[in-house]
């Protein structure tokens, strides 16, 4: 069965960087398109990344464009965030999504997500 | 980029239906026949439920159909159970390889 596993929240102060990573198993995961995907503390779901299948491009909200990184690694089955330059509003919990087999149609299966608190 | 649309919350009781809204705009749920749902329980992992607008994955009760005119998605849940009560979003493509989020909707099931 599809599992994706989020590890690398935690706590950093505003302007500090993280990476998270989002193990995935149960699917051949160089044939998907994957997403993050964050959910601030009492607040609704918001797409942050999106990268192919073949990691050739990557594709970024607004709110997080210039200081977010996507990446993959094919050959680790693991999916990646590098997020500098964090702010206060960054706090949520980051979630893994994998593409349906039209990227653009959705994210089917998600993990757990990962908490990432900015706070000084 | 902007939110789509949902409100708050909605209840009803077993057995009956209740109808979740989502509006957007010309640039995405207009646009796009690419509108998926995602139930999410406390705690839990958000869980597809409808994507293209009315398709239902594999495993998802007939109960839960979607529709969409213009620029508005609805998810229509009929025969409600008391494990249908979570927490929906609505999600469409934005184009440019982008999407958008609704608020969410809280479910009670009285």
């Known amino acids: 069965q599809v599992q994706l596993v989020e590890s690398g929240g935690g706590v950093v102060q505003p302007g500090g960087s993280l990476r998270l990573s989002c193990a995935a198993s149960?699917?051949?995961?160089?044939?998907?398109?994957m997403h993050w995907v964050r959910q601030a503390p009492g607040k609704g779901l918001e797409w942050v990344a999106f990268?192919?299948?073949?990691?050739?491009?990557?594709y970024y909200a607004d709110s997080v464009k210039g200081r977010f990184t996507i990446s993959r690694d094919n050959s680790k089955n693991t999916l990646y965030l590098q997020m500098n330059s964090l702010r206060v509003e960054d706090t949520a919990v980051y979630s893994c999504?994998?593409?349906?087999?039209?990227?653009?149609?959705?994210?089917?299966?998600w993990g757990l997500g990962t908490l990432v608190t900015v706070s000084s | 980029q902007s939110a789509l649309t949902q409100s708050r919350s909605v209840s009803g009781s077993p057995g009956q239906s209740v109808t979740i809204s989502c509006t957007g705009t010309?640039?995405?749920?207009?646009?796009?026949?690419?509108v998926s749902w995602y139930q999410q329980h406390p705690g839990k992992a958000p869980k597809l439920i409808i994507y293209?607008?009315?398709q239902r994955p594999s495993g998802v009760p007939d109960r839960f159909s979607g529709s969409k005119s213009g620029k508005t998605a609805s998810l229509t849940i009929s025969g409600l159970q008391t494990e249908d009560e979570a927490d929906y979003s609505c999600?469409?493509?934005?184009?440019?390889?982008?999407?958008?989020f609704g608020g969410g909707t809280k479910l009670t099931v009285l």
């Open positions: 293209n607008v009315s």
């Open positions: 999504a994998k593409g349906l087999d039209i990227a653009a149609a959705g994210f089917d299966y």
């Open positions: 990268i192919p299948y073949t990691g050739s491009n990557t």
């Open positions: 149960g699917f051949t995961f160089s044939g998907y398109a």
């Open positions: 010309s640039s995405d749920v207009g646009s796009y026949n690419y």
């Open positions: 999600c469409s493509y934005a184009g440019r390889s982008t999407w958008v």
